[in-house]
């Protein structure tokens, strides 16, 4: 068989447990949007069943030959063929090296876990918690040696989210952010100005959800999102799935809080622009699959601040949006509503951050789960540590656990690893976002006559069109032209916001 | 192992392949309420793998091996393990005796055929449809012989639907049917009130939707529905899919027509009100699964029309219907309602029909489609003997086929057969309702308090708990106490509409 017809194959097979994997992504959306609260259990069989069709879907054992047969004859593949390749051995490994009793352990702990959770957050009960977030580190660890990361089981839960990233790397990048971000962010706080953004944003209250639905479906779909090939609904909890030509999107509305639903809106549009912009006939494929949550949250933080609280953005939109609602933008001129658009408060809360203290939030997670994968920190000495990490970086101090550790669902199942993603996101989007000022200097004129056209061509291109044949470092390297850095996003932040606030 | 033991076992079995068939019936719905038109592809490869995953579930060999066992120790088994091992049986031979990439196919080309038939009938255009109509019937030939039905093809689909039916037996319901109800349905049509009737019906405008949206939730949940356990949404096409704890029904809104939305939803109810009615944790076996359709449409009926156009049910909901629609509902007297409630007139679209009508569009249908599968008429030659049939049961002739041959979604996905059940549901509901009347002369009474409870408590236990122990034939012969006949439809027909059109 010739490494053609072996790719083509092995291809046909990975395909096959993929569209498994998006019909279980749209019983998730459908339970977070439509399902109706008695049908609970009778979806969770559904996810039962269709996880045990899944998981003999990955992990047929012709994959196994295949994939052995074609890293034999690795010399003889091109190098969309070995990213395949490569990104299928990460898919087999996952699903054939856990022993099916422990997947099965750890589908019922994250359950039990997440309800622990719940459960914890609403009593205000970290001890309660703290057994079944002690058992949830012993699963990641263990599954972490199964997959041949049994010295480093930190770098294994990054390393699931973002292929190849490691701990030392994030340890460094955080490093040199927090350094850097930390006095401006306080110089910021300490302004005038900050007080008179809070007083803004207070003001803006009684927005119709009609009239707010009406202006982000034109907002997103006049920045590229595609309604032929996704949706938006609403939901308890903002989110994008679905890939292709289905992307559903979801956001959330509050009328004294439009701004949230807004900006909502257009960072899942960042997510769904990326997804929209995979090549259908290789979903699945590393030629049809996003590079990593990092790379994806660069897309959704690119459209959300980038370029959703730029002036620009506002001068073309700002006439819509006060046709929209004549009566409660009124009373707020165009710098104040400049101002909201870009207020900047600390938070206890990490959702309800800005995009300047935001980083702080995940750094501080960051520290906190990288010294509990080391051993240097126990599960019940988290909330001491959460309360002295907070007043460190946000200078608040939480008055209970449920604005403090108890906040996040993430580890509730042992979703480990993932927030730093959302801080490379946002340096990624900023070391983009200087690139293409570099290459279009006047991409804010594009911005102020609604035209996103090029930029969206530039990312679908540079970043969308690569899928996952390079990891999140290695593509913003051969983008931008250096190694990635949190140098571009402070200086964005030192730009926008030192105009506003220290000017 | 004990008869017991191995029941359970089988049962556990089954339930995994009805899940995994659930879940494409999820996706069906999805299709029609949410896909993004661009999706249509995606989602193809979706039902394809799932089909897959469904048949292996479904054809597992131990099933084969449970079922050998227990056919063998037949005399063992209580009842209820009989009704099971042979629906269990009659799903293992289909499952079993279709070829795996037969079954891909059709799959493939059961959701093509929709979008298919969606733009031939957009576009009027049958010669682009006829193709794919031609390709369904082939489909549908190969699958009765693969289930060893060669020789008669549709008493396979018929079969399908409703278990035990044959073309010999609708055709002698039908033929008995159509004698009586042509010459009542042609003295109702020259009647002078019929014209007063469609005079009435047609003053009947501008509804607006929220307020129909509002009417039909309150008239559905007091008929019984429980929207902890189901929804209702928007569709081109209604229908009423899921089972158990997650029902869903959908309608459509026309503000110049809002009894249709009203009765399309209280008939979707009535098929949301079975579902509801089978108990969850015997989902997918004989003691969990609908009767067949003819049963199915019995409930939809009944519903919408022996308790919707009842003089009692608008005694009881007229006051709220015109507190809601005070200035559209303030030329129309009680009377003219319950005319307009209750117009007969011929109409080319059959789910625009009347009551008394469209048993006769169901007539047509069934008459083409025995011909077709008798080889007695051509694809080709569809739309000119649906404009003759049209003729003769309605008295009208479509002017294009968007009103003809193409206005049903059924066939675009093979679904032949299904048809008849339609008007085997009316015969049903006439026939139960007969009976109920016996059992309880004051049921009027109740629906005049908006009391609906005895009724629903009455076919829960009689037509709802027995699920699939009995075919429809059977389980109307044992609660009614007599074979199923046409004659309680036609007197129930003459009672009701004799006394408004021909008194």
């Given at each position: 068989m010739s490494n053609n017809s072996t790719i083509s194959e092995l291809v046909a097979w990975v395909q096959r447990a993929h569209r498994l994997g998006t019909i279980g992504e749209l019983l998730g959306w459908d339970e977070q949007v439509n399902l109706p609260a008695g049908a609970a259990e009778q979806r969770a069989a559904q996810h039962a069943v269709l996880a045990e069709s899944l998981h003999a879907a990955a992990s047929a054992p012709r994959i196994g030959e295949l994939l052995a047969g074609l890293e034999q004859r690795d010399d003889g593949l091109n190098d969309d063929e070995r990213a395949i390749v490569a990104q299928a051995r990460r898919d087999y490994n996952r699903a054939t090296k856990l022993p099916t009793e422990f997947v099965r352990e750890k589908a019922i702990q994250g359950s039990r876990g997440y309800h622990a959770w719940a459960h914890a957050k609403a009593q205000d009960d970290f001890a309660g918690y703290a057994p079944v977030l002690q058992k949830n580190l012993e699963f990641a660890q263990r599954e972490a040696a199964y997959l041949g990361y049994g010295g480093a089981p930190y770098d294994y839960m990054l390393d699931k989210h973002d292929p190849g990233l490691t701990a030392a790397a994030v340890d460094r990048l955080f490093g040199e952010l927090k350094r850097d971000l930390l006095p401006l962010m306080r110089a910021i706080v300490a302004s005038p100005a900050a007080t008179r953004a809070r007083e803004v944003a207070g003001r803006l209250?009684?927005?119709?959800v009609d009239a707010q639905l009406r202006f982000l479906r034109e907002v997103t779909e006049r920045l590229g999102f595609d309604y032929t090939r996704g949706r938006i609904d609403v939901s308890l909890h903002p989110f994008c799935s679905g890939t292709g030509s289905d992307v559903r999107m979801t956001t959330r509305f509050k009328e004294d809080h439009p701004l949230n639903s807004l900006f909502g809106a257009m960072h899942e549009t960042g997510h769904g622009l990326y997804e929209q912009g995979l090549p259908v006939a290789q979903l699945g494929t590393a030629l049809g699959i996003h590079a990593g949550m990092a790379m994806h949250e660069s897309q959704s933080r690119l459209w959300e601040n980038q370029v959703g609280r730029s002036r620009a953005f506002w001068r073309s939109f700002e006439p819509r949006w006060r046709e929209l609602f004549p009566v409660q933008s009124a009373g707020v001129t165009s710098d104040e509503l400049h101002l909201a658009v870009n207020a900047v408060q600390p938070t206890l809360i990490r959702v309800d951050a800005d995009e300047v203290t935001y980083n702080l939030h995940i750094v501080l997670r960051f520290e906190l789960e990288k010294k509990l994968f080391a051993g240097e920190l126990a599960v019940r000495d988290l909330p001491a540590a959460w309360r002295v990490a907070s007043r460190e970086m946000l200078g608040l101090e939480p008055a209970n656990d449920r604005e403090g550790v108890l906040q996040d669902v993430h580890w509730s199942d042992g979703s480990f690893g993932y927030f730093p993603s959302y801080c490379l996101g946002n340096m990624i989007a900023a070391q983009l976002w200087a690139r293409v000022r570099q290459l279009r200097p006047g991409i804010e004129e594009d911005f102020s006559r609604r035209d996103f056209s090029w930029l969206l061509a530039w990312l679908r291109e540079n970043v969308h069109a690569p899928a996952r044949r390079f990891s999140a470092l290695e593509l913003v390297r051969r983008v931008t032209g250096e190694e990635l850095s949190p140098r571009h996003l402070v200086e964005y932040l030192r730009e926008r916001y030192g105009g506003l606030y220290l000017g």
């Open positions: 209250r009684g927005f119709p």
